[in-house]
């Protein structure tokens, strides 16, 4: 569970999403340490678990059956989920490992607003990008996601990028709205 988590996870929720009763998850947890394959680490927050090494992780990620990578995927979103204050583009790493990729771009599209809003315009345009690569083809959103993501590049001083999708838009409209967005 930690291992998919790919970054450090509260203790208490890699507890949750395994399926673990308390006493047999502290058991796992004493023999993962053991075997240094898993580290505990004590913060202002809850303690958190993560994996000893990148290389670790990737080993024991890369040994999970699809099905069961899928599945833990979709146990770690629905955990991290209901906390409020979760990070949406975390969520939908886990959801789009899940296969759940309808959840995943709306996430994505969440955490590109909040990117734009920070004033985080590089990142903002790379989760746009995710967002809008997830679309199905007729999907009407397309439009308004590239304007978006054309405004983020635009302030970010990135203007040829930011033309292409103003045009990419552009062709797709008619009258005033196309001459605009042409300019």
């Keep these: 569970v930690v291992a998919a988590a790919g970054r450090p996870l509260a203790s208490q929720v890699a507890f949750r999403v395994a399926e673990l009763a308390p006493e047999a998850a502290l058991r796992a947890l004493a023999a993962l340490q053991a075997a240094t394959l898993l580290r505990s680490a004590s913060g202002s927050a809850a303690p958190t678990l993560e994996c000893v090494h990148d290389r670790v992780r990737e080993s024991i990620v890369q040994s999970l059956e699809p099905s069961t990578f899928r599945a833990v995927h979709g146990r770690l979103a629905a955990a991290l989920a209901a906390d409020a204050g979760a990070d949406p583009e975390d969520l939908a790493v886990h959801f789009a490992a899940a296969g759940q990729i309808e959840e995943a771009r709306e996430l994505l599209i969440t955490a590109a607003r909040r990117a734009a809003a920070a004033l985080a315009l590089d990142r903002a345009a790379a989760l746009y990008r995710r967002a809008i690569a997830s679309l ?30 103003y045009l990419a838009v552009a062709r797709a409209k008619e009258g005033p709205e196309r001459i605009a967005l042409q300019r």
Excluded: T
Aim: charged share 25%.
């Design 136 to 165: 199905a083809a007729s999907d009407p959103r397309e439009g308004s996601l590239r304007l978006e993501l054309g405004n983020a590049l635009a302030h970010a001083g990135v203007g040829s990028e930011a033309a292409a999708e």
